[in-house]
């Protein structure tokens, strides 16, 4: 579908840029020919169809025209972020692992070779000139393959979600939307790799309406927004501060900037900051691996408790324990209807019995909707804190925290201490020094009652996962053992 879709663009609008990575552009014409160059190697190779076939590709572009590549003769696609990952594979349609000549290491023979897989050596993107389109390979007698993306772990574990391609191309033009890509678009990915949700739908609801993606891997992303007119750019909290590192006369002002932010909630100092020095149209982004986008909110910095206006053709409900919707300020689960059919987990049934049920993806977050609509997201199911004897949902504490310190990160946990007690631990993501008294004081105000036993970490760095999201286990582990 998405070839299609290119090579439909390629043929209407050849020299049109579809897509610049770390500078290097490449024109529909030329992103086409490349697709069809690496096709019809893949043809030659007769892979088993209907099997999964991992791209243990990190450069972007290269991942993507083989990825298109193997999908159109019928092949499922997959992604990892660097070698070390393969060994926890165990999908068992996986048939074989694709690298490129300059990605290619010992140890990726060795892994692939332990699991009985099978090792395909691709030419590097460079040596995919503009040269003539290659006569078509024959069109494969299966369906187009569909894609894997990994799961951002947010609930519990890193799971698998397969994407079927007729269900994802119906989904575009509702995304397109949601996101305001179009063809004029000028969409700034990063480094977005397609494991994740966002660094895969992103480029693929671009290059579905004709825009122009825009990839970039490495130091000094501010020279992106030097050189191009760009109209989107995602980020997470953490890319965002990254790139507001620049110095102040090498990150120019774009007015006419989306910045959208996702995989986390965005701290209100860093929102600031943005606003000041690259635009004022920033929104907030919730989505997920398994529900897709739910809501592209414009940020309020007066309106702390992080509403988001759920896209109309989105169904969310908060519902009890019994699945019951809940009224109006209600706090409860949070559950999505399924918009493209997916109903659970590759090979993982347990999973799938459990956050998929009756036609709705529960994500196992706590949220409240309001009489008008919006959704205000209290933390997940699990992340509930005991202070005081009180039950507390951790996300809504973290979140005001963060804006009155002014810190980048803020993750909140108790601990049952050996004489049956809750101890609280708060974990400060914050470059510049905070004395204990204005801990104290601010968390005080927060939580409107003085806290007796709390032990306050202050770290340069959080361990975040790939989207940028607080690692809470692996937090505890590093700072309790």
Request: glycine fraction near 8%.
């Given at each position: 579908m998405l070839l299609e879709a290119i090579t439909r663009q390629a043929e209407l609008t050849p020299a049109k840029l579809a897509l610049i990575h770390n500078g290097v552009t490449w024109s529909y014409s030329g992103l086409a020919q490349r697709i069809a160059i690496s096709r019809q190697h893949f043809a030659a190779q007769k892979l088993r169809p209907g099997s999964v076939v991992v791209l243990a590709i990190q450069h972007l572009a290269a991942a993507w025209v083989h990825g298109i590549a193997l999908r159109s003769l019928g092949l499922n696609t997959l992604c990892v972020p660097a070698e070390k990952t393969l060994p926890d594979l165990s999908l068992a349609r996986i048939d074989s692992v694709v690298t490129t000549v300059g990605e290619?290491?010992?140890?990726?023979?060795?892994?692939?070779?332990?699991?009985?897989?099978?090792?395909?050596?691709?030419?590097?993107?460079?040596?995919?000139?503009?040269?003539?389109?290659?006569?078509?390979?024959?069109?494969?007698?299966l369906p187009e393959g569909g894609h894997v993306l990994m799961t951002s772990g947010t609930t519990g574990s890193y799971k698998m979600v397969l994407r079927d391609a007729v269900a994802e191309a119906a989904s575009v033009p509702l995304h397109a939307d949601i996101n305001g890509i179009s063809a004029q678009s000028v969409v700034y990915v990063g480094e977005f790799l397609k494991l994740t949700a966002g660094g895969y739908r992103w480029p693929?609801?671009?290059?579905?309406?004709?825009?122009t993606v825009v990839f970039h891997q490495g130091p000094e992303p501010h020279r992106v927004f030097q050189a191009l007119p760009v109209t989107h750019a995602f980020a997470t909290p953490s890319t965002l501060g990254h790139l507001l590192k620049a110095p102040a006369d090498a990150l120019p002002y774009c007015a006419s900037l989306r910045l959208l932010v996702t995989g986390g909630a965005l701290p209100k100092a860093l929102a600031l900051i943005a606003q000041s020095r690259l635009t004022r149209q920033i929104f907030t982004v919730l989505a997920s691996t398994e529900a897709l986008t739910l809501a592209v909110t414009p940020y309020d910095n007066s309106d702390g408790l992080q509403w988001h206006h759920i896209h109309p053709a989105r169904e969310v409900q908060v519902v009890d324990e019994a699945g019951q919707p809940l009224p109006a300020g209600s706090q409860g689960q949070l559950r999505v209807r399924v918009l493209d059919g997916v109903q659970g987990y590759l090979d993982d049934p347990v999973a799938s019995q459990r956050f998929f049920r009756d036609g709705y993806f529960y994500p196992g977050d706590l949220g409240i909707l309001a009489a008008d609509g919006r959704l205000?997201?209290?933390?997940?199911?699990?992340?509930?804190?005991?202070?005081?004897?009180?039950?507390l949902a951790a996300a809504?504490?973290?979140?005001?925290?963060?804006?009155?310190?002014?810190?980048?990160?803020?993750?909140?946990?108790?601990?049952?201490?050996?004489?049956?007690?809750?101890?609280?631990?708060?974990?400060?993501?914050?470059?510049?020094?905070?004395?204990?008294?204005?801990?104290?004081?601010?968390?005080?105000?927060?939580?409107?009652?003085?806290?007796?036993?709390?032990?306050?970490?202050?770290?340069?760095?959080?361990?975040?996962?790939?989207?940028g999201k607080i690692q809470r286990a692996l937090l505890q582990q590093q700072l309790l053992g």
């Amino acid at each position: 579908m998405l070839l299609e879709a290119i090579t439909r663009q390629a043929e209407l609008t050849p020299a049109k840029l579809a897509l610049i990575h770390n500078g290097v552009t490449w024109s529909y014409s030329g992103l086409a020919q490349r697709i069809a160059i690496s096709r019809q190697h893949f043809a030659a190779q007769k892979l088993r169809p209907g099997s999964v076939v991992v791209l243990a590709i990190q450069h972007l572009a290269a991942a993507w025209v083989h990825g298109i590549a193997l999908r159109s003769l019928g092949l499922n696609t997959l992604c990892v972020p660097a070698e070390k990952t393969l060994p926890d594979l165990s999908l068992a349609r996986i048939d074989s692992v694709v690298t490129t000549v300059g990605e290619h290491r010992p140890e990726i023979s060795m892994q692939v070779a332990d699991k009985g897989w099978r090792l395909v050596i691709a030419a590097p993107i460079a040596q995919l000139a503009d040269v003539p389109l290659p006569q078509a390979a024959a069109a494969s007698a299966l369906p187009e393959g569909g894609h894997v993306l990994m799961t951002s772990g947010t609930t519990g574990s890193y799971k698998m979600v397969l994407r079927d391609a007729v269900a994802e191309a119906a989904s575009v033009p509702l995304h397109a939307d949601i996101n305001g890509i179009s063809a004029q678009s000028v969409v700034y990915v990063g480094e977005f790799l397609k494991l994740t949700a966002g660094g895969y739908r992103w480029p693929l609801i671009t290059w579905a309406v004709g825009g122009t993606v825009v990839f970039h891997q490495g130091p000094e992303p501010h020279r992106v927004f030097q050189a191009l007119p760009v109209t989107h750019a995602f980020a997470t909290p953490s890319t965002l501060g990254h790139l507001l590192k620049a110095p102040a006369d090498a990150l120019p002002y774009c007015a006419s900037l989306r910045l959208l932010v996702t995989g986390g909630a965005l701290p209100k100092a860093l929102a600031l900051i943005a606003q000041s020095r690259l635009t004022r149209q920033i929104f907030t982004v919730l989505a997920s691996t398994e529900a897709l986008t739910l809501a592209v909110t414009p940020y309020d910095n007066s309106d702390g408790l992080q509403w988001h206006h759920i896209h109309p053709a989105r169904e969310v409900q908060v519902v009890d324990e019994a699945g019951q919707p809940l009224p109006a300020g209600s706090q409860g689960q949070l559950r999505v209807r399924v918009l493209d059919g997916v109903q659970g987990y590759l090979d993982d049934p347990v999973a799938s019995q459990r956050f998929f049920r009756d036609g709705y993806f529960y994500p196992g977050d706590l949220g409240i909707l309001a009489a008008d609509g919006r959704l205000a997201l209290r933390g997940r199911v699990t992340e509930v804190i005991n202070v005081l004897g009180s039950k507390l949902a951790a996300a809504p504490l973290e979140q005001a925290l963060q804006d009155a310190l002014g810190a980048t990160g803020v993750c909140i946990f108790s601990v049952p201490t050996a004489a049956a007690e809750e101890e609280l631990h708060l974990a400060i993501e914050s470059t510049a020094p905070i004395p204990r008294p204005q801990l104290e004081q601010v968390l005080e105000t927060v939580l409107g009652r003085v806290i007796p036993h709390i032990r306050y970490h202050l770290c340069g760095q959080l361990p975040r996962n790939h989207m940028g999201k607080i690692q809470r286990a692996l937090l505890q582990q590093q700072l309790l053992g």
